[in-house]
């Protein structure tokens, strides 16, 4: 029997293909990659019974980066990224060990499925799949591609029976793009953020990035800016009848010649028209009109809709349309195509629908009725459009995924619907004096003339699935006839001024990049979402995009240097290029070089000129030695260095000139008055988190974001002084021997969460202590209301412990026998009763396996979505009280392994290293 695996792209998608493949029947087991199960069952392939295994990826398995000195900021000149620098393909995530999962569970099958999603990315992710499998499948040539457009029985099924191979041109289409917008986008984005980041102290953004697509889509945004800047405002006069109809009802009518800017000429026309005891009326036309039903939905109306409709970015409305595909709710959302094909069933559709209090009358009534044919859009070849697939209801889905899935469904069932039908009414009203009436012809008439407009519904057609695209209350006009007149109540001068166009909605920015061929479906949100991020745009009501200073001279100084390269032609020329890789119809190599060759020239010119957006960049922004607050002493000049809150937060020593990057999203703060034992600069505190909330040490800069905070010298955060320390490490893991702030001095034991960082006591956390690791998210909360905690030095001094309690059996060297974790020193303040036995005062001892005091130590926490976080759950490990060292948080579990040793001795390493 055949073993076949399987390979989805989605974790969720593989249980719903294997729950429909196996009817259910599929048993399931972890894989090595933790959010990536396995489920095998057996059932029948081509005609012979086969033993199935269906697994997945989560995304792309591979991302592509430079090697050696070109990944580093400092060594590699931007100009070498676009040809020298060598490029490879890394496990894009390694923590998941995708990799190794897909490998183990290839061992053993006999040909492979690929079940990724149908557009180009998905064949991308197909080789990927292919190249980490390769050697471990029985047979290489058992390779084939499943194509489907929803997760349903039907779709599933048919998918499985109708195999293909793998598009080897579509997946390099995506090889050339990625590896233009990596060179293309990183050379750039390092010569444009050390240039002007080394020069303003205000920028507030991390990255002065530029991008492809991202850099024409913030110029849409800005030229909107630069039209409403521009702008200046005129005075304009309009006329404005009040006539009586029959019945009393009072009518004010719209001028014909609309605006004139001219108020000496409007009042002459107003003296006309005041002339007039009546308006006559001149002409009646009733016609009826239809408001045609919509496109069948594709991607673009999607996040276009989201975002006006629903207030829900574009990349927010792809994130939750894509939950809704994988759960099997909706079909593909990444498509083009706005035209059913021929073989659609368009009825089964409706069918699903029938059931819902929502929309069910109306899908019973096309039923009964008869489907309209939907309007023919927009065929490109790829997927169908978007449309229910799964009944669902708003407790199943939660409100706004139900939002979305509302739409979807009632977009549908409008295009099916008939159009709106109404009548349109039309007078056409005249003013002026009779006697000029009677002495003039028809075409000599003088006065002026003046329109009502009314409307009545005939039949609402598709909006009763969609009432908001309605016509609102009828506007019925009174049944007048040619000659009839109506008594004129006033003519009004109204004194009106133009107005500036808004900013761009993100809506209107979507239209405009599918206009212009900027990015894909798919991609439109990433690049939306990334001008956001880089602070070139901030989202205002009604979710307008007004450009930033930042942005707006960004795209002045392309304009002034280059301006092909804010422009969306070029991009749009590189799509078309890369369209043809995917068709068959270009060579890859070729593509890529050449264009290439033209962003490298480009790019020369840009640097050669960039004193023109220099020049812009100085009116807007402060320099960096004008920016910041005094803060800390420099080691090197022993003056006072700025403190730089705008993104990136950085220390400036004014008088030697450099900076000294800091960790994002936290605050500075001092930190004692101390120095570095090996530079001489003062040490800060680093408080992580909104607002600067407190939290437990931690070295590495990506625990400001999760709330920790930890002393760091602004030197060596920078500068590693030690081999084995990564830049970006704060005091907590430094490895100077005698430093009091360093890792020797703090650390209590191994971490059992993550066996690579150690457990350390966090010095100013009190009175509400905590421990946590230098590398992983866990931290223990112990000792509450203590006035002093301490960990006693590898070589304990008899003074250290002569005094209070001592918990342990006594051990020269300040480790716990049992454990081997370093002893800890708790003081309780005599105003208050102490919790430890008797009411001491003072004990010593270890945290985990001490009576006195582990009952005092919280079971530990890992802070969901962090770096090192598993995902499993906020709580790990052991329980609360006597042993919960050896639980698997303190310790490390069960066995020689998991001990918790203390950190080796450095001594003789760091003799080494200073020898």
Same mark, same amino acid.
């Given at each position: 029997?055949?073993?076949?695996?399987?390979?989805?792209?989605?974790?969720?998608l593989?249980?719903?293909?294997?729950?429909?493949?196996?009817?259910?029947?599929?048993?399931?087991?972890?894989?090595?990659?933790?959010?990536?199960?396995?489920?095998?069952?057996?059932?029948?392939?081509?005609?012979?019974?086969?033993?199935?295994?269906?697994?997945?990826?989560?995304?792309?398995?591979?991302?592509l980066?430079?090697?050696?000195?070109?990944?580093?900021?400092?060594?590699?000149?931007?100009?070498?990224?676009?040809?020298v620098?060598?490029?490879?393909?890394?496990?894009?995530?390694?923590?998941?060990?995708?990799?190794?999962?897909?490998?183990?569970?290839?061992q053993?099958?006999?040909?492979?499925?690929?079940?990724?999603?149908?557009?180009?990315e998905?064949?991308?992710?197909?080789?990927?799949?292919?190249?980490?499998?390769?050697?471990?499948?029985?047979?290489q040539?058992?390779?084939?591609?499943?194509?489907?457009?929803?997760?349903?029985?039907?779709?599933?099924?048919?998918?499985?029976?109708?195999?293909?191979?793998?598009?080897?041109?579509?997946?390099?289409?995506?090889?050339?793009r990625?590896?233009?917008?990596?060179?293309?986008?990183?050379?750039?984005?390092?010569?444009?953020?050390?240039?002007?980041?080394g020069?303003?102290?205000?920028?507030?953004?991390?990255?002065?990035?530029?991008?492809?697509?991202?850099?024409?889509?913030?110029?849409?945004?800005?030229?909107?800016?630069?039209?409403?800047?521009?702008?200046?405002?005129?005075?304009?006069?309009?006329?404005?009848?009040m006539?009586?109809?029959?019945g009393?009802?009072?009518l004010?009518?719209?001028?014909?010649?609309?605006?004139?800017?001219d108020?000496?000429?409007?009042?002459?026309?107003?003296?006309?028209?005041?002339?007039?005891?009546?308006?006559?009326?001149?002409?009646?036309?009733?016609?009826?009109?239809?408001?045609?039903?919509?496109?069948?939905?594709?991607?673009?109306?999607?996040?276009?809709?989201?975002?006006?409709?629903?207030?829900?970015?574009?990349?927010?409305?792809?994130?939750?349309?894509?939950?809704?595909?994988?759960?099997g709710?909706?079909?593909?959302?990444?498509?083009?195509t706005?035209s059913?094909?021929?073989?659609?069933?368009?009825?089964?559709?409706?069918?699903?629908?029938?059931?819902?209090?929502?929309?069910?009358?109306?899908?019973?009534?096309?039923?009964?009725?008869?489907?309209?044919?939907?309007?023919?859009?927009?065929?490109?070849?790829?997927?169908?459009?978007?449309?229910?697939?799964?009944?669902?209801?708003?407790?199943?889905?939660?409100?706004?995924?139900?939002?979305?899935?509302?739409?979807?469904?009632?977009?549908?069932?409008?295009?099916?619907?008939?159009?709106?039908?109404?009548?349109?009414?039309?007078?056409?009203?005249?003013?002026?004096?009779?006697?000029?009436?009677s002495a003039?012809?028809?075409?000599?008439?003088?006065?002026?003339?003046?329109?009502?407009?009314?409307?009545y519904?005939?039949?609402?057609?598709?909006?009763?699935?969609?009432?908001?695209?309605?016509?609102?209350?009828?506007?019925?006009?009174?049944?007048?006839?040619?000659?009839?007149?109506?008594?004129?109540?006033?003519?009004?001068?109204?004194?009106?001024?133009?107005?500036?166009?808004?900013?761009?909605?993100?809506?209107?920015?979507?239209g405009?990049?599918?206009?212009?061929?900027?990015?894909?479906?798919a991609?439109?949100?990433?690049?939306?979402?990334?001008?956001?991020?880089?602070?070139?745009?901030?989202?205002?009501?009604?979710?307008?995009?007004?450009?930033?200073?930042?942005?707006?001279?960004?795209?002045?100084?392309?304009?002034?240097i280059?301006?092909?390269?804010?422009?969306?032609?070029?991009?749009?020329?590189?799509?078309r290029?890369?369209?043809?890789?995917?068709?068959?119809?270009?060579?890859?190599?070729?593509?890529?070089?050449?264009?290439?060759?033209?962003?490298?020239?480009?790019?020369?010119?840009?640097?050669?000129?960039?004193?023109?957006?220099?020049?812009?960049?100085?009116?807007?922004?402060?320099?960096?030695?004008?920016?910041?607050?005094?803060?800390?002493?420099?080691?090197?000049?022993?003056?006072?260095?700025?403190?730089?809150?705008a993104?990136?937060?950085?220390?400036?020593?004014?008088?030697?000139?450099?900076?000294?990057?800091?960790?994002?999203?936290?605050?500075?703060?001092?930190?004692r008055?101390?120095?570095?034992?090996?530079?001489?600069?003062?040490?800060?505190?680093?408080?992580?988190?909104?607002?600067?909330?407190?939290?437990?040490?931690?070295?590495?800069?990506?625990?400001?974001?999760?709330?920790?905070?930890?002393?760091?010298?602004?030197?060596?955060?920078?500068?590693p002084?030690?081999?084995?320390?990564?830049?970006?490490?704060?005091?907590?893991?430094?490895?100077?021997?005698?430093?009091?702030?360093?890792?020797?001095?703090?650390?209590?034991?191994?971490?059992?969460?993550?066996?690579?960082?150690?457990?350390?006591?966090?010095?100013?956390?009190?009175p509400?202590?905590? /421990?946590? =690791?230098? +590398?992983?998210? *866990?931290?223990?909360?112990?000792?509450?209301? %203590? @006035?002093? &905690?301490? $960990?006693?030095?590898?070589?304990?001094?008899?003074?250290?412990?002569?005094?209070?309690t /001592?918990? =342990?059996? +006594?051990?020269? *060297?300040?480790?716990?026998?049992?454990?081997? %974790? @370093?002893? &800890?020193? $708790?003081?309780?303040?005599?105003?208050?009763?102490?919790?430890?036995?008797?009411?001491?005062?003072?004990?010593?001892?270890?945290?985990?396996?001490?009576?006195?005091?582990?009952?005092?130590?919280?079971?530990?926490?890992?802070?969901?979505?962090s770096?090192?976080?598993?995902?499993?759950?906020?709580?790990?490990?052991?329980?609360?009280?006597?042993?919960?060292?050896?639980?698997?948080?303190?310790?490390?579990?069960?066995?020689?392994?998991?001990?918790?040793?203390?950190p080796r001795?450095?001594?003789?390493?760091?003799?080494?290293?200073?020898?």
């Amino acid at each position: 029997m055949p073993k076949l695996l399987m390979v989805a792209e989605k974790p969720s998608l593989a249980q719903s293909i294997s729950s429909l493949l196996s009817n259910g029947r599929a048993v399931v087991r972890k894989g090595v990659s933790p959010p990536c199960s396995v489920y095998e069952f057996r059932g029948h392939f081509q005609g012979q019974n086969a033993s199935f295994r269906v697994t997945s990826v989560c995304g792309h398995v591979n991302s592509l980066d430079f090697t050696g000195r070109y990944t580093s900021w400092e060594l590699a000149d931007p100009a070498e990224l676009f040809t020298v620098a060598p490029t490879e393909k890394k496990e894009a995530n390694p923590k998941l060990y995708i990799v190794k999962h897909l490998q183990m569970e290839a061992q053993g099958c006999d040909g492979i499925v690929l079940w990724l999603d149908c557009d180009k990315e998905g064949e991308n992710i197909c080789f990927e799949v292919l190249d980490a499998v390769n050697g471990y499948l029985a047979s290489q040539t058992n390779v084939w591609r499943a194509r489907f457009s929803a997760i349903t029985q039907v779709e599933i099924t048919t998918a499985l029976a109708n195999l293909i191979k793998p598009d080897k041109e579509a997946a390099q289409a995506v090889d050339a793009r990625q590896e233009l917008d990596l060179r293309v986008g990183c050379a750039f984005t390092r010569f444009q953020t050390k240039y002007f980041q080394g020069r303003y102290g205000d920028l507030d953004s991390s990255l002065v990035s530029f991008g492809p697509c991202q850099t024409p889509t913030l110029a849409l945004c800005v030229s909107r800016h630069d039209e409403i800047q521009a702008f200046r405002p005129e005075n304009y006069w309009l006329l404005q009848p009040m006539v009586v109809l029959p019945g009393g009802v009072t009518l004010s009518l719209d001028w014909d010649r609309g605006r004139v800017f001219d108020r000496e000429v409007v009042l002459a026309l107003l003296a006309i028209a005041r002339s007039a005891t009546n308006a006559q009326v001149m002409s009646v036309t009733s016609k009826e009109r239809t408001k045609a039903r919509p496109l069948p939905l594709n991607t673009v109306e999607l996040l276009r809709v989201g975002s006006s409709a629903l207030g829900m970015s574009p990349q927010h409305t792809m994130q939750v349309a894509e939950k809704l595909y994988t759960q099997g709710y909706i079909s593909y959302p990444r498509t083009e195509t706005s035209s059913y094909p021929s073989s659609f069933d368009l009825p089964a559709s409706l069918r699903l629908l029938t059931s819902s209090s929502e929309w069910g009358d109306l899908a019973r009534g096309l039923l009964e009725e008869g489907l309209n044919k939907p309007r023919k859009g927009n065929d490109a070849g790829d997927h169908p459009p978007i449309t229910p697939c799964l009944l669902a209801t708003e407790s199943q889905l939660g409100s706004e995924a139900w939002r979305l899935y509302d739409y979807i469904c009632r977009h549908f069932i409008a295009t099916v619907s008939p159009d709106l039908h109404y009548l349109h009414k039309e007078l056409s009203f005249w003013l002026g004096s009779h006697a000029e009436h009677s002495a003039m012809g028809s075409e000599e008439i003088g006065g002026e003339f003046f329109t009502a407009t009314g409307h009545y519904l005939v039949s609402p057609g598709f909006t009763q699935a969609m009432p908001w695209l309605g016509l609102g209350p009828d506007s019925a006009l009174p049944d007048l006839v040619v000659g009839s007149q109506v008594p004129v109540e006033e003519v009004h001068m109204l004194e009106r001024q133009t107005s500036p166009p808004n900013y761009l909605t993100e809506a209107e920015l979507i239209g405009l990049m599918e206009k212009h061929g900027i990015g894909t479906d798919a991609s439109i949100p990433v690049h939306i979402n990334n001008i956001c991020q880089r602070n070139y745009v901030t989202v205002e009501s009604g979710r307008r995009l007004k450009p930033t200073s930042l942005g707006v001279v960004l795209i002045h100084g392309y304009q002034q240097i280059d301006p092909e390269l804010s422009l969306p032609g070029m991009r749009a020329e590189v799509e078309r290029q890369l369209g043809l890789i995917a068709l068959g119809q270009a060579d890859f190599r070729s593509v890529l070089d050449h264009a290439l060759d033209i962003f490298k020239r480009k790019f020369h010119y840009f640097v050669e000129n960039i004193a023109g957006m220099d020049e812009l960049m100085e009116v807007s922004f402060s320099p960096l030695a004008a920016s910041g607050k005094p803060h800390s002493r420099c080691g090197k000049c022993r003056r006072y260095m700025k403190y730089i809150q705008a993104r990136p937060s950085r220390l400036h020593c004014p008088q030697c000139g450099d900076s000294y990057s800091l960790p994002p999203g936290g605050s500075l703060r001092t930190y004692r008055d101390l120095s570095c034992p090996l530079d001489h600069f003062e040490l800060v505190l680093w408080v992580g988190g909104p607002g600067g909330g407190g939290g437990a040490s931690r070295g590495e800069a990506g625990g400001a974001s999760t709330g920790r905070s930890f002393p760091l010298c602004p030197y060596c955060f920078n500068n590693p002084p030690f081999e084995g320390m990564r830049k970006g490490q704060g005091c907590p893991s430094c490895l100077h021997p005698s430093c009091p702030h360093g890792e020797r001095a703090l650390a209590v034991s191994r971490c059992g969460s993550c066996q690579t960082g150690l457990v350390l006591l966090d010095p100013v956390s009190g009175p509400r202590w905590i /421990f946590c =690791c230098n +590398r992983c998210p *866990l931290s223990i909360r112990a000792f509450r209301n %203590a @006035s002093r &905690v301490t $960990v006693l030095p590898a070589q304990a001094a008899a003074s250290d412990m002569e005094d209070g309690t /001592f918990g =342990c059996a +006594r051990s020269s *060297l300040g480790v716990c026998p049992t454990c081997e %974790a @370093s002893l &800890v020193r $708790v003081e309780y303040p005599n105003s208050a009763p102490s919790p430890l036995l008797n009411s001491a005062p003072l004990h010593i001892g270890c945290m985990f396996c001490d009576s006195a005091l582990s009952p005092l130590v919280d079971s530990p926490t890992v802070r969901v979505g962090s770096e090192g976080s598993t995902g499993r759950g906020s709580r790990r490990g052991g329980r609360r009280g006597r042993g919960s060292g050896r639980s698997g948080w303190g310790s490390g579990g069960q066995g020689e392994a998991g001990r918790g040793h203390r950190p080796r001795d450095k001594m003789a390493a760091l003799a080494a290293y200073f020898v």
